[in-house]
């Protein structure tokens, strides 16, 4: 899509590539799991309720229909796949409803460490920095730990990023009450057509609207926020992705029942 070239839902991509690419490995334990894991994607389903146009839509939807091994070599090593993204997955990736992240997340192997660069991506992207309580850090996380033992391993990793720059794209540090994520500049903004004269958004940042936001269309908002940046004679923003999120919640906070 970046390139200009023609999107489709099915993919077609070589099995050692695949796992190259998101650091796994190539020996036959590695091709096993890779099959499991798309059995999981497909059997993976989502049901989600959206009011827009006074009506309420609820809808259910897998993240890929199916997949297939084109061609399987005698050792039982596939070689060649074809997954078949589903409707909701490739409207995402079309509308950049997407969250792109760095090659060096698939080499994160303990899941605090893939939750943490997530959230710091999401909430961070291409800001300066990112401040969280531990306290709130530890919710979004969805942690089971206490609180001491949840303390501790942010301080490991941490610490293990301040020596080897761990963390992919944000340097992290805690002073015993908040956590800090200091981007390394290496997240890139979004490709912007030569044509395209409005600022913007990050992917994520459509899913901070419909959260303060509630029930809109938030499509539909980004319609009317652009309009309205139009006719206030396009400002310079410092952050679109900020203005955009306070658009929309003052839009609900007048009128919370579109």
């Given at each position: 899509?970046?390139?200009?070239?023609?999107?489709?839902?099915?993919?077609?991509?070589?099995?050692?590539?695949?796992?190259?690419?998101?650091?796994?490995?190539?020996?036959?334990?590695?091709?096993?799991?890779?099959?499991?894991?798309?059995?999981?994607?497909?059997?993976?389903?989502?049901?989600?309720?959206?009011?827009?146009?006074?009506?309420?839509?609820?809808?259910?939807?897998?993240?890929?229909?199916?997949?297939?091994?084109?061609?399987?070599?005698?050792?039982?090593?596939?070689?060649?796949?074809?997954?078949?993204?589903?409707?909701?997955?490739?409207?995402a990736v079309t509308a950049r409803e997407i969250l792109t992240l760095s090659r060096d997340y698939f080499r994160l192997r303990k899941p605090l460490e893939r939750r943490v660069y997530e959230l710091a991506r999401k909430h961070c992207g291409q800001q300066d920095e990112w401040v969280i309580s531990v306290e709130l850090l530890k919710k979004k996380c969805g942690s089971s730990s206490d609180d001491y033992e949840f303390r501790r391993l942010i301080n490991v990793l941490c610490e293990e990023d301040q020596n080897h720059s761990h963390m992919p794209d944000y340097a992290i540090t805690f002073d015993g009450t908040n956590v800090k994520f200091t981007n390394r500049k290496t997240v890139k903004p979004l490709p912007s057509s030569a044509h395209t004269i409005f600022p913007l958004?990050?992917?994520?940042?459509?899913h901070d609207a419909r959260t303060v936001a509630p029930?809109?269309?938030?499509?539909?908002?980004?319609?009317?926020?652009?309009?309205?940046?139009?006719?206030?004679?396009?400002?310079?923003?410092?952050?679109?992705?900020?203005?955009?999120?306070?658009?929309?919640?003052?839009?609900?906070?007048?009128?919370?029942?579109?």
């Amino acid at each position: 899509m970046n390139t200009g070239a023609a999107l489709h839902k099915t993919l077609h991509l070589k099995a050692y590539d695949l796992l190259v690419a998101t650091n796994r490995n190539t020996d036959g334990r590695g091709y096993e799991q890779l099959r499991s894991a798309l059995d999981r994607l497909s059997g993976t389903r989502i049901r989600t309720n959206i009011k827009t146009g006074g009506e309420e839509v609820t809808e259910g939807f897998g993240l890929i229909d199916s997949w297939r091994i084109i061609r399987q070599t005698a050792s039982g090593r596939m070689t060649e796949l074809r997954i078949n993204l589903s409707d909701w997955v490739f409207n995402a990736v079309t509308a950049r409803e997407i969250l792109t992240l760095s090659r060096d997340y698939f080499r994160l192997r303990k899941p605090l460490e893939r939750r943490v660069y997530e959230l710091a991506r999401k909430h961070c992207g291409q800001q300066d920095e990112w401040v969280i309580s531990v306290e709130l850090l530890k919710k979004k996380c969805g942690s089971s730990s206490d609180d001491y033992e949840f303390r501790r391993l942010i301080n490991v990793l941490c610490e293990e990023d301040q020596n080897h720059s761990h963390m992919p794209d944000y340097a992290i540090t805690f002073d015993g009450t908040n956590v800090k994520f200091t981007n390394r500049k290496t997240v890139k903004p979004l490709p912007s057509s030569a044509h395209t004269i409005f600022p913007l958004l990050d992917a994520e940042t459509y899913h901070d609207a419909r959260t303060v936001a509630p029930g809109y269309d938030v499509h539909w908002l980004e319609n009317e926020w652009r309009t309205f940046w139009v006719d206030s004679g396009k400002p310079e923003l410092k952050s679109p992705d900020a203005a955009f999120i306070g658009f929309c919640k003052r839009r609900y906070e007048r009128n919370p029942n579109p």
